[in-house]
């Protein structure tokens, strides 16, 4: 069974930093594309950043670039997204995403699977 276990959320002051994380179970850490998406109060949920399993295919959202990062682990199973800057706009329930895929799906339609969300509060 595939799971996805999305983890870091917080409360951090504007400016500041996170890491989430995203481990995943169930499937062999190959072949995948692993997405974020997040979703704010009465907003659409949007794609933030993706990863494929050769690790040269990557997808920012353009009111990220330059703030997240986005790395896997495979000896862990594990995707990460390290979030720098941080503004209030970012506020958001975030949601990690899986596909059996070597390419980044860029809408939410293009994963299959998909973990519980952490919420991100970016306040002072």
């Known amino acids: 069974e595939v799971q996805l276990q999305a983890s870091g959320g917080g409360l951090v002051q504007p400016g500041g930093s996170l890491r989430l994380s995203c481990a995943a179970s169930g499937f062999t850490f190959d072949d995948y594309a692993i997405g974020w998406f997040r979703q704010a109060p009465g907003k659409e949920r949007e794609g933030v950043s993706c990863?494929?399993?050769?690790?040269?295919?990557?997808y920012y959202a353009d009111s990220v670039k330059g703030r997240f990062t986005i790395s896997g682990d495979n000896a862990k199973n594990t995707v990460y997204l390290q979030m720098n800057s941080l503004k209030p706009e970012d506020t958001a329930v975030y949601y990690c995403a899986y596909q059996k895929i070597r390419w980044c799906p860029k809408s939410r339609s293009g994963y299959d699977y998909w973990g519980q969300g952490t919420l991100v509060t970016v306040s002072s």
């Open positions: 990863i494929s399993s050769i690790g040269d295919t990557t």
